[in-house]
């Protein structure tokens, strides 16, 4: 399972990057609104940067309008992938899209039928939001699995982001459920390496292999 940073910031990314272990970006209007907004050269620098898919989302409504800012964006970089919310306007935008070549991550997916729309619109990629579902009580992951055994079912090459992660447990849950992607935000990432016992451990072999060199 590819892993993915979903955030806006900069900074975050390059420290991730840096890991060795970023396959791409998801950002959304929430994340970018806390940067101060959608900055064209920030974009290109991520995209420069990670060398992988970077998701941006339209900001409008109608299929047409959300195709033009889509097609705007698209002349950021060759790697980025337009987010689309799962509207009947974003499957008509999408549809429009993945006939011109422009992969869509359709957004805001809360349902298997959303995504089964998505994938035969000709989305590349589709987000199911499990945290916010898990918020409402419904259990998200059955949802996925749902998208998981319909897709792969359906021979559909649309590729699984689980989205809306919050806490590491999504992200193992994510590769055993068959995510293609987890799109984890930067709290969640640190949280992964970590673990009481790797620090105890390398501090007792730090401790023993410096009283041996006194
Ligand atoms: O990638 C989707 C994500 O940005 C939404 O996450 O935490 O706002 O539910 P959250």
Redesign the pocket.
Known sequence: MKLYL?TGNIKEIEEINNWGVLSGV?T?P??LSKEGGLNKDTIRNICDMVKGPVSVEVTSLTPEEMVSEALELKEISPYLVIKIPATVEGLKATRALSEKGIPVNM?LIFSPSQALLAAEAGARYV?P?V??LDDTGIEALEVVQDIREIFDIGGYDTEIIF??V?HPSHVIRAARIGADIA?I?YRVFTLLIKHPMTELGLKKFMQDWNNLNK
């Open positions: 979903d998801t959304n929430s994340l957004t987000s939001f945290g916010r989205a809306s919050r799109t935000p």
